[in-house]
């Protein structure tokens, strides 16, 4: 039988990826509600794991820039400076809790060359044993133009994959997916989307502030698609409901998994 939204709070294994606007600029104060959320569902025994953006825009002021930078290299130095900022911002949190964070830090060719992969794999599974929380964010720092992951919906997908998570919560700035931009007239909210749907005729629109995160409605569609393949139960939602998401409410855009492939991996 096919996972629900109810089964939520059940589920063994749990991805939780946010965006960069979410939690970080005058939105950095969420993080403290987003681990609120993070640690309810670890107390209760679900093993989480957090792919966390923002490396970039949370080095931003510390740099003095007011606008992304669009050359890699100053990503990567505002990354370098951001990534370790923003990870002790989440251990803090965490800590209310006695939660500890990993750091995990992969590239794209990290999840393509078997060695690296299994060992990313094998990382974060001892970490989940340990009753670590994992906080996985892109490489920035390594990472050049040509294997960047490009957005994290991906990376999240794919660490899900690799993880055989039971569900993946892809955290927006909007409630759920709309057949079209959901400030645009008649636009419909989905609710549901059938593993294999095509979606035909349907228009994205961006998701996330300007000049701050590179993902969209777009990316999250691919990323869902990749994760439902791979037997992975999809969520799409704000990310203020994610207390509600953990909690099995109906909320949100939910992509149903790959039946046959989520049988085989269980």
Same mark, same amino acid.
């Given at each position: 039988?096919?996972?629900?939204?109810? =089964?939520?709070?059940?589920?063994?294994?749990? %991805?939780?990826?946010?965006? $960069?606007?979410?939690?970080?600029? #005058?939105?950095?104060?969420?993080? #403290? $509600?987003?681990?609120?959320?993070?640690?309810?569902?670890?107390?209760?025994?679900?093993?989480?794991?957090?792919?966390?953006?923002?490396?970039?825009?949370?080095?931003?002021?510390?740099?003095?820039?007011? =606008?992304?930078?669009?050359? /890699?290299?100053?990503?990567?130095?505002?990354?370098?400076?951001?990534?370790?900022?923003?990870?002790?911002?989440?251990? #803090?949190?965490? $800590?209310?809790?006695?939660?500890?964070?990993?750091?995990?830090? /992969?590239?794209?060719?990290?999840?393509?060359?078997?060695?690296?992969?299994?060992?990313?794999?094998?990382?974060?599974?001892?970490?989940?044993?340990?009753?670590?929380?994992?906080?996985?964010?892109?490489?920035?720092?390594?990472?050049?133009?040509?294997?960047?992951?490009? =957005?994290?919906?991906?990376?999240?997908?794919?660490?899900?994959?690799?993880?055989?998570?039971?569900?993946?919560?892809?955290?927006?700035? %909007?409630?759920?997916?709309?057949?079209?931009?959901?400030?645009?007239?008649?636009?419909?909210?989905? #609710?549901? %989307?059938?593993?294999?749907?095509?979606?035909?005729?349907?228009?994205?629109?961006?998701?996330?502030?300007?000049?701050?995160?590179?993902?969209?409605?777009?990316?999250?569609?691919?990323?869902?698609?990749?994760?439902?393949?791979?037997?992975?139960?999809?969520?799409?939602?704000?990310?203020?409901?994610?207390?509600?998401?953990? $909690?099995?409410?109906?909320?949100?855009?939910?992509?149903?998994?790959?039946?046959?492939?989520?049988?085989?991996?269980?």
């Amino acid at each position: 039988m096919s996972m629900t939204r109810s =089964d939520i709070p059940h589920a063994k294994r749990i %991805v939780v990826k946010v965006g $960069s606007s979410s939690i970080s600029g #005058e939105n950095a104060h969420r993080i #403290e $509600s987003l681990v609120d959320a993070l640690a309810t569902a670890h107390a209760r025994g679900t093993e989480v794991v957090l792919v966390s953006s923002g490396a970039i825009a949370t080095g931003m002021p510390f740099l003095g820039l007011g =606008d992304r930078p669009t050359d /890699l290299a100053t990503q990567q130095a505002a990354a370098a400076v951001g990534q370790n900022v923003l990870i002790y911002r989440y251990q #803090e949190s965490l $800590s209310r809790f006695d939660i500890t964070a990993g750091q995990v830090l /992969l590239t794209a060719g990290d999840l393509e060359d078997p060695v690296p992969r299994g060992n990313a794999e094998q990382a974060m599974n001892r970490l989940l044993e340990l009753r670590i929380l994992p906080i996985v964010n892109e490489n920035d720092t390594v990472a050049t133009a040509e294997i960047r992951f490009g =957005d994290n919906d991906r990376l999240a997908a794919l660490v899900a994959s690799l993880l055989h998570a039971d569900v993946l919560i892809l955290l927006s700035d %909007v409630d759920a997916l709309y057949t079209k931009p959901p400030h645009e007239p008649g636009a419909q909210r989905l #609710e549901h %989307v059938a593993y294999g749907d095509e979606l035909v005729g349907l228009e994205f629109g961006s998701v996330g502030a300007a000049g701050v995160g590179t993902g969209g409605a777009a990316t999250k569609v691919s990323a869902a698609r990749l994760a439902a393949d791979a037997g992975v139960s999809v969520l799409v939602t704000n990310s203020t409901m994610v207390d509600q998401a953990l $909690s099995g409410e109906f909320i949100g855009t939910w992509f149903e998994a790959s039946s046959a492939h989520a049988t085989a991996q269980k």
